[in-house]
């Protein structure tokens, strides 16, 4: 059963920076493409970042680009999202998710999901 837990959200200011964390288990975390999303109250939840298996490819959404950097680091199982310049826009539940398919190259598609951080960013 694939384990992802959450850390590091919180209340912060506008302008202000927040580091979320997302430690896996029981899976093959340098195989899979690892992913961000974010919900909000009474929205859908929402890609916010994703890193390929390796690393060397990310991809944002445009609400988030330049001002979220997505990482990982594959010795210690563990995924990142650097947010900067944060917003009260982008308070929400964070949740980590890992890719379904084996070194994906294609679009990422979550196969499970992490239990959620929640993140406000207070105006």
């Known amino acids: 059963q694939v384990q992802l837990v959450e850390s590091g959200g919180g209340l912060v200011q506008a302008g202000g920076s927040l580091r979320l964390s997302c430690a896996a288990s029981?899976?093959?975390?340098?195989?899979?493409?690892m992913g961000w999303f974010r919900q909000a109250p009474g929205k859908e939840r929402e890609f916010v970042s994703s890193?390929?298996?390796?690393?060397?490819?990310?991809k944002y959404a445009d609400s988030v680009k330049g001002r979220f950097t997505i990482s990982r680091d594959n010795a210690k199982n563990t995924v990142y999202l650097q947010m900067n310049s944060l917003k009260p826009e982008d308070t929400a539940v964070y949740y980590c998710?890992?890719?379904?398919?084996?070194?994906?190259?294609?679009?990422?598609?979550?196969?499970?999901w992490g239990q959620g951080t929640q993140v406000t960013v207070s105006s």
């Open positions: 998710a890992v890719d379904t398919y084996l070194y994906s190259s294609s679009e990422f598609k979550a196969a499970s």
């Open positions: 029981r899976f093959i975390f340098s195989a899979y493409a």
């Open positions: 890193i390929t298996w390796s690393g060397d490819n990310t």
